[in-house]
Structure formats: C-alpha cells, structure tokens
C-alpha cells in the first residue's frame, strides 16, 4: 500500500493550519513601533489574548517606557 495518500494528507492539514503570531519581545517592541498597535490588539481582545507571551510582553514594554515619565512628572 502506498503512503503517498496519507503524507498527502498530512501536506494539506499542515498548509490549513493557521499560522502562530510571531513573538516579539520587550526590547523589539521598544525598538520597534509596535508597541501602541499591540497594546490596542491585546486590550480590544483581553479575554482571549491577555494571557498570551505577546500581550504581556507588550504589557511589561508599556511599563517601561512610562516609567520614566512617570518618575519625571513626580519629580524624581
């Protein structure tokens, strides 16, 4: 019996699955401009994405760059 139905199979449920986000951390999403459109996505959609490695990088991201303002406007 051959297995090319079955691997065939297998190419057409891999080529069907949904692709996973790309992780970004801290640093890129400091870096990068990224950072207010993943705040918006993660905080429009909490109860799915809240707890996912993005949304709380991009949680611990915002911190960081607030707190220097925050620390100025105490005036510390």
Do not use: W
């Not at 057409?12 to 990068?32: F, I, K, M, R, W």
């Not at 429009?44 to 611990?60: D, F, H, I």
């Amino acid at each position: 019996m051959s297995r090319l139905p079955l691997y065939l199979a297998f190419l057409t449920l891999a080529a069907c699955s949904e692709q996973p986000d790309q992780t970004y951390t801290v640093t890129q999403l400091l870096a990068e401009k990224l950072l207010f459109e993943r705040i918006e996505t993660c905080r429009n959609n909490a109860g799915e994405l809240g707890n996912t490695v993005n949304c709380m990088n991009t949680e611990a991201a915002h911190v960081r760059r607030r707190f220097p303002q925050m620390l100025h406007s105490l005036g510390g």
